[in-house]
């Protein structure tokens, strides 16, 4: 395995880009940059002489490193496990699916407790590891509704409030990037406002709230959707709800959980035609099972029973996350809801970077770009992550 290298080359690969592929191309890299880009088959001869390491990649698909705004877990263990072991143990899983970043998040749970978990973050973001890397959390919750829990314990449910927003955010040393809220709550709006004003992205979900709620909630300032249509109040013809609102605003980005099971490929099929590629984000909502068979798993302090990959709630039989890796989100895409691969992999990398404000820096495979790259075969299946350059996993 290549760990790091200042002059990296790849050729006789199939480039994915944000706007087209190169079916046999080649890409220069130094000092964890993408340096530069070619559309032939074999090295300029003044490539070969600056490069240090050659590869030949003989065909497989290269894609921008994948961007998960969602994940609660993965190789049997949660980011509310609340350790820096826990957090690298998830980062590590993940990179060997493609994923190149991420954003640890977190559940419903009591005030301290949350506090511990982003203490760990803030660690786990400045210390060594060969996984994805952490560009930022995603509280989901506790300014949820308690009509709307899914998967997270209602007891732990509170009021939104801008002093325990800024206490968490804090903690983080301004990890917090993305905060899941249902806008019909007492004083959401308010914590809206304070999340734009202070850059992070409010985003609507685990709630119940009507049409005029949820779009009062958008002129505040929420622009995104947590895994849209799940725990929320649903499209209905004489009450469109909180899935009318998402859908019909433009502003509004929204996740999809792209495993088959949270979202249908049709219904799928329906959100890609009516927001297009700009305003979709493919992600996981992964939880601990991910990557680990069928058996017994907690989301937190709740109990989880995984069954043929699919997680629900011991109890209540809710959907409890899931199982899914950002590798089998694009083949679904790909294959169940024919999206092109060029578009699945914008949705999945560009979309997520741009929102985190990293546009310009990742999401896609361009000239100046960071070298978060993800090899795959003929079949999309993961045969090696690279992050900054450096490569994290090979098959």
């Given at each position: 395995?290549?760990?790091?290298?200042?002059?990296?080359?790849?050729?006789?690969?199939?480039?994915?880009l944000?706007d087209?592929l190169?079916?046999?191309?080649?890409l220069?890299?130094?000092?964890?940059?993408i340096?530069?880009?070619?559309?032939?088959?074999y090295?300029p001869?003044?490539?070969?002489?600056?490069?240090?390491d050659?590869i030949?990649?003989?065909?497989q698909?290269?894609?921008?490193?994948?961007?998960?705004?969602?994940?609660?877990?993965?190789d049997?263990?949660?980011?509310?496990?609340?350790?820096v072991?826990a957090?690298q143990?998830?980062a590590?899983?993940?990179?060997t699916r493609?994923t190149?970043?991420w954003?640890?998040?977190?559940?419903?749970?009591?005030i301290?407790?949350?506090?511990?978990?982003?203490?760990?973050?803030?660690s786990?973001?400045?210390?060594?590891c060969?996984g994805a890397?952490i560009l930022?959390?995603?509280?989901?919750g506790?300014?949820i509704?308690p009509?709307?829990?899914?998967?997270?314990?209602?007891?732990y449910?509170?009021?939104?409030?801008?002093?325990?927003?800024?206490?968490?955010?804090?903690?983080?040393?301004?990890l917090?990037?993305k905060?899941?809220?249902?806008p019909?709550?007492?004083?959401?709006?308010?914590v809206?406002?304070w999340m734009?004003?202070?850059?992070?992205?409010?985003s609507?979900?685990?709630?119940?709230a009507?049409i005029k709620?949820?779009?009062?909630?958008?002129?505040?300032?929420?622009?995104?959707?947590?895994?849209?249509?799940n725990?929320?109040?649903g499209l209905h013809h004489?009450e469109?709800?909180?899935?009318?609102?998402?859908?019909?605003?433009?502003?509004?980005?929204?996740?999809?959980?792209?495993?088959g099971?949270?979202?249908?490929?049709?219904?799928?099929k329906?959100?890609?035609h009516?927001?297009?590629?700009?305003?979709?984000?493919?992600?996981?909502?992964?939880m601990?099972?991910?990557?680990k068979?069928?058996?017994?798993?907690?989301?937190?302090?709740?109990?989880?029973t995984?069954?043929n990959?699919?997680?629900?709630?011991?109890?209540?039989?809710?959907?409890?996350?899931?199982?899914?890796?950002m590798?089998?989100?694009?083949?679904?895409?790909?294959?169940?809801?024919?999206?092109?691969?060029?578009?699945a992999?914008?949705?999945a990398?560009?979309?997520?970077?741009?929102?985190?404000?990293?546009?310009?820096?990742k999401g896609?495979?361009?000239?100046?770009?960071d070298?978060?790259?993800v090899?795959?075969?003929?079949?999309?299946?993961?045969?090696?992550?690279?992050?900054?350059?450096r490569q994290v996993?090979?098959q």
């Amino acid at each position: 395995m290549i760990s790091e290298t200042s002059g990296l080359a790849f050729y006789k690969a199939r480039l994915v880009l944000s706007d087209r592929l190169i079916e046999n191309g080649w890409l220069f890299i130094k000092n964890g940059i993408i340096h530069d880009i070619g559309d032939s088959e074999y090295l300029p001869q003044s490539v070969i002489d600056e490069a240090t390491d050659l590869i030949d990649v003989g065909g497989q698909w290269i894609l921008p490193g994948f961007i998960d705004i969602h994940v609660h877990g993965g190789d049997g263990y949660d980011v509310m496990d609340g350790s820096v072991k826990a957090i690298q143990a998830v980062a590590i899983f993940h990179a060997t699916r493609g994923t190149t970043g991420w954003l640890p998040t977190t559940l419903t749970a009591p005030i301290d407790d949350l506090k511990n978990v982003l203490t760990s973050v803030s660690s786990a973001a400045t210390s060594s590891c060969k996984g994805a890397q952490i560009l930022g959390v995603h509280l989901e919750g506790p300014f949820i509704s308690p009509e709307r829990c899914g998967a997270q314990n209602p007891k732990y449910v509170i009021t939104p409030s801008i002093d325990i927003l800024q206490q968490l955010t804090e903690i983080s040393k301004g990890l917090v990037k993305k905060v899941t809220i249902a806008p019909e709550r007492p004083y959401a709006i308010e914590v809206i406002h304070w999340m734009k004003k202070h850059g992070i992205i409010a985003s609507i979900g685990h709630t119940n709230a009507t049409i005029k709620q949820a779009m009062l909630g958008v002129s505040a300032g929420a622009r995104h959707a947590t895994h849209l249509f799940n725990a929320m109040r649903g499209l209905h013809h004489r009450e469109a709800g909180t899935v009318g609102a998402m859908l019909l605003s433009d502003d509004v980005i929204c996740e999809l959980i792209a495993d088959g099971n949270h979202v249908t490929a049709t219904v799928m099929k329906l959100v890609y035609h009516l927001k297009g590629r700009e305003r979709i984000i493919i992600t996981t909502d992964a939880m601990s099972a991910a990557g680990k068979s069928d058996g017994t798993y907690s989301l937190g302090d709740l109990d989880v029973t995984v069954e043929n990959g699919l997680a629900v709630l011991t109890d209540s039989h809710n959907l409890a996350g899931s199982t899914l890796t950002m590798d089998a989100a694009i083949r679904n895409m790909v294959e169940s809801v024919n999206v092109s691969l060029v578009d699945a992999a914008y949705m999945a990398s560009m979309v997520p970077a741009r929102e985190l404000g990293l546009g310009e820096k990742k999401g896609s495979i361009a000239v100046g770009k960071d070298a978060d790259l993800v090899i795959m075969d003929e079949h999309l299946h993961v045969v090696a992550t690279w992050i900054g350059g450096r490569q994290v996993f090979k098959q």
